[in-house]
């Protein structure tokens, strides 16, 4: 597809939004532009899904990382505006609905990408900018970043040859903005390929440190045991619908269901014990009071039955694990008052693998 250009031509500094996940590829794009003198403002989308903010600011194991956000951060490291924008409403008819379908997991990628160089689009069309910066690398990723389906992103956006991959632009046509000579296509890279060597290169060069590793890109949809936990909650509910405290809650916590009719969400440091402490309004909790022990989100439907399983599942993970009877304290969303339950903690052997999500 191509795109028009102004017939009167002008010596303006040209403006160009960066797609800006917080990874060290879309850091690099950006840099190159800005070594071209173009004007680069970065946009991130925030899905629901992304890694950044999350799990690493709630569990202790994890906070050896930097507690940031890593496009906030890009951003500060370029020295450039970075615009957040939501759409984890829009977002959910490309997780439901990818008409190119999902990755290994519950991963939209294709569908993901071209929603998100589409959403570009309207804002380089409302901002009076001129094109559309990408960190993406050919080879690099297995659905959304091939040299038969990169194309595919441009075309289905709209956004045609106003789509500019820097790191990898001289495997691909020439774009408007290089055609046009905004920008030099001799000082345009050809990385391409899985090996993260060209750009751990071209970090030191620039003076990078501290940047996200990335572990299947910043979302969580790559990932194998979240994307169960998903199609887990789906199945259970008889709906793919979702909202954010859904997907917030599938990041938290060990998720055990002995039930169809119901699932436990055990906390397993005192991070996740203050985070799950915030869903009491919604969710019945359980808590063991005679020992130290987690607090756990009961979820679905549960039978008088299936309540009493799910305390002695509870109390098996607390300091009383051991001991003949365990207090359990169940409270109910709007009730102040607790019922008490005095259980015996469930042997381990009792405890199927399969309950494990």
């Known amino acids: 597809m191509m795109n028009s250009v102004p017939t009167q031509a002008d010596e303006r500094q040209r403006k160009a939004v960066a797609l800006i996940s917080g990874g060290l590829d879309s850091l690099l794009a950006a840099r190159v532009m800005l070594e071209q003198g173009i004007h680069v403002e ?6 629901g899904f992304c890694v950044e903010g999350h799990t690493h600011a709630i569990r202790k194991k994890d906070r050896a990382k930097p507690k940031r956000n890593n496009a906030l951060w890009v951003a500060e490291q ?6 957040i924008v939501d759409v984890i409403e829009e977002y959910k008819s490309v997780l439901l609905n990818p008409s190119h379908g999902y990755g290994a997991n519950m991963n939209p990628c294709l569908d993901c990408k071209g929603f998100m160089v589409h959403k570009a689009l309207d804002w380089i069309r409302e901002h009076n900018f001129d094109f559309i910066i990408t960190g993406e690398v050919m080879g690099q990723r297995p659905m959304s970043q091939r040299k038969d389906t990169m194309p595919v992103v441009a075309r289905e956006s709209g956004a045609g040859d106003l789509l500019l991959r820097p790191l990898c632009a001289q495997h691909l046509p ?7 000579g905004w920008v030099d296509r001799d000082k345009l890279l050809d990385f391409s390929g899985r090996s993260r060597k060209p750009q751990m290169a ?8 501290d940047y996200a590793t990335p572990a299947g890109g910043c979302c969580f949809l790559t990932d194998a045991n979240y994307s169960r936990k998903l199609v887990d909650m789906w199945q259970a509910r008889g709906n793919r619908e979702y909202e954010l405290d859904d997907i917030m809650l599938l990041k938290v916590g060990r998720h055990v269901r002995p039930s169809p009719r119901f699932k436990l969400i055990i906390a397993r440091e005192e991070g996740e014990v203050k985070f799950l402490q915030g869903y009491a309004y ?18 679905g439907t549960p039978t008088q039955d299936d309540v009493q399983l799910a305390a002695r599942i509870v109390a098996r993970f607390s300091k009383g694990r051991n001991a003949d009877q365990v207090t359990v304290d169940l409270h109910l969303p709007g ?6 339950l005095v259980v015996t903690p469930m042997p381990p052997e009792q405890i199927s693998e399969s309950w494990y999500i």
């Open 42 to 47: 970065g946009i991130n989308f925030f899905t």
């Open 78 to 83: 370029l020295g450039i505006k970075l615009h």
């Open 174 to 180: 020439p774009t408007l903005p290089e055609r046009e």
């Open 202 to 209: 071209l970090a030191a060069e620039y003076g990078f440190e």
């Open 282 to 299: 919604r969710y019945p909790t359980l808590k063991v009071t005679s020992h130290s022990g987690p607090i756990a989100l009961l979820d």
């Open 335 to 340: 009730d102040d008052q607790a019922q008490q």
